[in-house]
């Protein structure tokens, strides 16, 4: 499986909840298959976004495109940084 970490701060959790939402067909689209929201403890406004992909070549070309720019330009993201991940193991202890 093919994963995409993304760590940033935004300005206001709420307001970029509602463009990440409006969002979800684009990212389906684009080859996103499942997502989790988390959040620092201390801190509703950083936020981490962790989603399965169906390729990372697919995750690349969506998170660096203009479109996706403009988008977390409206949406207030800080900064962002994206990790690709491959899975290597799964366990359940």
Excluded: C
């Amino acid at each position: 499986m093919q994963y995409v970490l993304i760590i940033h701060e935004v300005e206001a959790y709420p307001a970029w909840k509602a463009i990440f939402d409006q969002a979800a067909d684009i990212r389906k689209t684009a080859g996103e298959i499942s997502y989790q929201l988390l959040r620092y403890d201390n801190d509703a406004n950083n936020i981490v976004h962790f989603s399965e992909w169906s390729s990372l070549d697919h995750a690349r070309r969506f998170f660096e495109s203009s479109e996706l720019v403009e988008i977390r330009k409206k949406a207030g993201v800080k900064a962002p940084n994206f990790i690709y991940l491959h899975e290597i193991e799964r366990g359940v202890l």
